[in-house]
């Protein structure tokens, strides 16, 4: 079993981890305190080949693996998580339409992900019933030739700034099982009747934004559904158990920010003639720290291999999504614990690592649906509605 990466992944850790520090730094802190994003540094991003790098050449991608995405997932939120989300985001949804999507729709929107011309989102999420997929309100009514859709869906990431929106809607019968009443359509941005909110005042990721999309009689040529009527619960379940293993990374890259910042703190900071890095307790927490990393690096790599390699274990891609975003919030919080007061304020980039990694620990996490992947996996017996 190999664990190292080859020189071609190296190589893109490197570019990856450079474009970031060069172009992220200076603008980070003022992105985040005014909730603002520059779309030219996406636009950059995509000329150097940064974005939905694991989309196929056929429809003009470079045709790396999900490892690669993750590698510079990690690298860009190691550097800044709001700037990396807004960058990397831009083609959230993309996985979905490389499993269910028809060639059409890949041809419509894949190659624009990747040259910096389309921009995707997902809306899956709604305000009354959060992460129970179940009972989404959000409806889509078959017209013939074509869907009307009526409802609202919350906190979508990217929302704001979308070209095209993959939105989950409530499709089957009002009695019918979740697995067999959802289903995914694909919304142009500009189709009337769709109406978009941007939300403000986030706790963190504040350079990426999210919105509230309102469908109000949008209609949708019958051509814009994303696989097959009622496909939509198995539709999210693989969706994420390919996006996992990046928001797993992101989770990583953040964690690593927390600890190199607490690292540099402690190496600076001195009480009774020393620096605090040389006390055994802080050690403690800075080892305690790196190995958490370590893990959840390794779980990723695991789970990201996994897709790459045509063995679909959405249980591994939920456990690396859970538990990195688990470390990620931990050592956010050991930095800014060994920060103390100074941990606190505006000017130490500590803060915004704190308030940044708390999304990552809930983000895209419908726990429902994690738990319905793991569970089967460890074998306990789900209750079902007959």
């Not at 460890?378 to 079902?384: S, T």
Request: hydrophobic share 40%; proline share 3%.
């Amino acid at each position: 079993m190999e664990f190292a990466l080859n020189k071609e992944q190296k190589d893109i850790v490197k570019a990856a981890r450079e474009f970031a520090a060069k172009e992220f730094t200076d603008v980070a802190q003022d992105f985040d305190r005014n909730e603002s994003f520059d779309s030219t540094l996406w636009k950059k991003a995509c000329e150097l080949g940064f974005v939905g790098v694991f989309i196929d050449e056929k429809y003009e991608g470079i045709g790396y693996g999900h490892l690669e995405q993750c590698l510079i997932a990690e690298e860009f939120f190691a550097v800044d998580p709001g700037i990396g989300m807004a960058i990397l985001f831009s083609c959230f949804g993309a996985e979905l339409l490389d499993l269910f999507g028809s060639e059409d729709q890949k041809r419509t929107v894949l190659p624009g992900l990747v040259s910096g011309q389309v921009r995707l989102a997902m809306a899956i999420m709604e305000s009354e019933s959060g992460v129970d997929i179940g009972s989404l309100e959000t409806t889509a009514a078959n017209r013939g030739d074509y869907w009307e859709i009526n409802g609202k869906k919350s906190f979508v990431t990217g929302g704001d700034v979308a070209d095209y929106i993959c939105v989950l809607t409530s499709t089957g019968p009002e009695d019918s099982l979740p697995e067999r009443g959802l289903s995914f359509l694909m919304v142009p941005a500009d189709t009337p009747g769709l109406s978009t909110r941007r939300l403000r005042g986030k706790l963190g990721i504040r350079a990426a934004g999210a919105a509230e999309l309102s469908f109000s009689s949008v209609r949708v040529p019958a051509s814009n559904l994303i696989g097959k009527p009622g496909e939509g619960f198995d539709a999210v379940s693989r969706f994420f158990g390919r996006i996992y293993p990046t928001v797993a990374a992101m989770a990583v890259g953040t964690a690593r920010a927390a600890m190199e910042e607490a690292l540099s703190y402690t190496n600076k900071r001195h009480a009774f003639g020393v620096p605090i890095s040389s006390f055994r307790a802080t050690q403690g927490k800075l080892m305690e720290m790196a190995t958490k990393i370590r893990a959840a690096r390794n779980l990723y790599y695991e789970a990201a291999w996994s897709v790459d390699n045509g063995i679909e274990d959405s249980a591994l891609s939920a456990m690396a999504r859970r538990y990195a975003g688990e470390v990620g919030v931990r050592c956010a919080d050991e930095a800014l614990q060994m920060h103390g007061g100074y941990g606190y304020i505006d000017e130490y980039k500590v803060q915004r690592i704190y308030r940044d990694a708390k999304v990552l620990e809930i983000w895209e996490g419908v726990r429902e649906m994690e738990r319905h992947m793991i569970g089967r996996a460890v074998g306990w017996k789900e209750e079902r509605k007959s």
